[in-house]
């Protein structure tokens, strides 16, 4: 079991769950979230992860599932649930009222179940304004008090009050025991101002808000506005819109109240609005403003079930859970234009394929394809921040495997994978650091070779975040928070992989920056095993290379460095065809003099092209660093590849440069820099 103290959130994949843990995640609490995904994404949670720079465990569960929820509840400590998960669309509750009524309802009940058998006694339950029904059927009731009579007036509003029902019944039964924050929103709207996460609906949506986004990217025609002849400012109905980043610090807020309340027990509901009504056209108005131009709209009839004003009266959040909103609608426009732009299908993207990549239950790790369909397809995963394929024109021509459990296998020699915190060797695995000697575990006869047993390529990268930048060009960003190794210092880490569908190219960028700590060391690379031959071809055999350098790195016996560079012999200086045998090449060749810790300023030079006249592919490898490895693969052994089944070029830092003097600075990071480097692998068919 997991020591951490932990929030289980349902439904924290969704629009106000994903907000929320965004929030927790910066208040300090760790955050484990189940959702069904049936009206969420997991994309939501891999660029939580990205946003908040942190591991945040998601369960594909549906709560009305007793065995998988009570699995969550016994793999973490868990301290307190925040509900979300529930259907929520008042015009499909008319439709459906029994999936309504057996999904939020069952589904909490279950909720409820768990938590009593595993001692879990505190919960804040996401409720509606709903519950008030048409709140001007009484005279003086707006702005809306806790104490309005419930009345609501669809199934959706139904379930959601029956839902409170229960939570009161609950902690009448054992009133010191349960602790019940009820949360009574009213209209939330706008999106994170990061624009990484925002509201997804589903076909058409129903809200007001993510239908003017639609009309906005020209998703839909225009808005129609349900009736301008209420009795308000413009005739238009009054709602109470609340930022979603104010409402999940909401959240927060009566998180912290079950806390200081816990002792006695308590059920009590809270309204989270801002307390000001706003018209349907004040709201127009606002968006346009964001947006620049006036967006298309017709005034329609009445939409049934819509009530004149529905404002909050947030005095009691105001006063007992010391929360108020402190963003308004222009702040919640200009952040659901800013997620809308960068978004215009949401979480969907164009050419862009995810899959959960592990096939043992567990839902951490994807696999993303990017130009999918297109002559340039290129697949990635978490473990190692991973290139797991590279397709040229339906040519597979790096190495892979179909499952994370052989990217995690011990005879997984590096595949496609990110090599980090040093790549490369170290001498005896030691080297000083601020006057203090480090030791690292040696895997590599008497010297660590690419970092051992803390070394990237098993590791899971936070992410990742996938941005189309440009027509025809992708960004695939993954994290790692490399804390408590062996190694001096935390660091974080960023792979960037920009894939140019039209240039055929992939442009790897890494950044490392110190998270705690005086210095560490770093050389960062990828490990990615070519091979050129038609489909599926099992040996480099026939591949013509050329390296483009004219020194390289002297060896001492054990593939270390002696700290000179000498001239590389004559037979390497021109056009290799590889031989089923040799030549066997575990050599660093040299591509400029350079000792900064970032060279992403430097020009990509030519480090190595490959050419197979068998397939008619070509690889051009380019990078900034100073050194390039190339090695022909022949100790892999492993269940899916033999000996020369592929052929790396590492472009790196010199080998054990730590351990010399005049290349030390290139690999030694201190607080106020960034580590830095590019390389790039160019295809032409
Ligand atoms: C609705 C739900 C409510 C839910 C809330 C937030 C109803 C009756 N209530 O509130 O339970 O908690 O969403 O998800 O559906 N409007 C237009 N054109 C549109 C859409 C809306 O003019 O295309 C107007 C509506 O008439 C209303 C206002 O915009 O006056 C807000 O509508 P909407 O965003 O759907 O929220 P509510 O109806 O207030």
Known sequence: MNTKNYVLVTGGAGYIGSHTVAELVANGYECVIVDNLSNSSYESVARLQVLTQHQIPFHKVDLVNYNDLDRVFSMYDIDSVIHFAGLKAVGESTQIPLKYYHNNILGTLVLLEVMQAHGVHKLVFSSSATVYGDATRFPNMIPIPEECPTGPI???????????????????????????????????IGAHPSGLIGEDPLGIPNNLLPYMAQVAVKRREKLFVFGDDYDSRDGTPIRDYIHVVDLAKGHIAALKYLDEHSQEGLCREWNLGSGHGSTVMEVYDSFCKAVGKKIPFEVVGRRAGDVLNLTAKPDRAALELKWKTQLDVDIACRDLWRWTVGNPFGYEM????????????????????????SAFEVSFTNVGATIVDIEVCGQPVVLGFE???????????????????????????????????????????????????????????????????????????????????????????????????????????????????????????????????????????????????SKQVELTSSSCATGKLIDIPQRFREKITLGPEDPKLDYCFVSRNEIAIDTRKNDLKTMLTAVNSESGLKLVVTGTDPSFQVYTGDFIHNQKYGPRAGFCCEPGRFIDAVNHTHWRNAVILTKDQSYGSKICYKFEF
């Open 154 to 188: 669809n199934p959706y509003g139904r379930t959601k009050l029956a839902i409170e029902e229960i939570l009161k019944d609950l902690h009448d039964s054992d009133k010191k025991t349960w602790n019940f924050a009820i949360l009574r929103y009213f209209n939330p």
């Open 350 to 373: 164009r050419g862009v394929r995810s899959t959960f990549f592990n096939n043992d239950g567990e839902y951490d790790s994807r696999l993303i394809t990017v130009g999918k369909g």
């Open 403 to 549: 499952k994370e459990s052989e990217y995690l296998r011990d005879d997984n020699p590096y595949i496609g994978a990110t090599i980090g915190r040093y790549a490369n060797r170290i001498k005896n695995g030691e080297f000083k650091l601020d006057g203090e000697v480090f030791q690292l575990t040696k895997n590599d006869g008497s010297n660590t070779n690419h970092s051992a047993v803390q070394s990237y390529h098993k590791r899971k990268f936070l992410g990742p975040l996938v941005r189309n930048v440009d027509k025809g060009i992708y960004t695939v960003q993954f994290l790692l928070d490399d804390s408590h190794t062996e190694f001096p210092g935390d660091v974080l880490i960023k792979v960037n992989y920009e894939v140019n569908i039209p240039k055929k190219e992939l442009l790897i960028e890494y950044e490392g920056i110190l998270l705690n700590g005086n210095s560490t060391i770093m050389n960062l690379t990828n490990h990615s095993y070519f091979n050129l031959g038609a489909f599926h071809s099992e040996s480099i055999e026939g591949t013509e290379i050329q390296i483009h350098a």
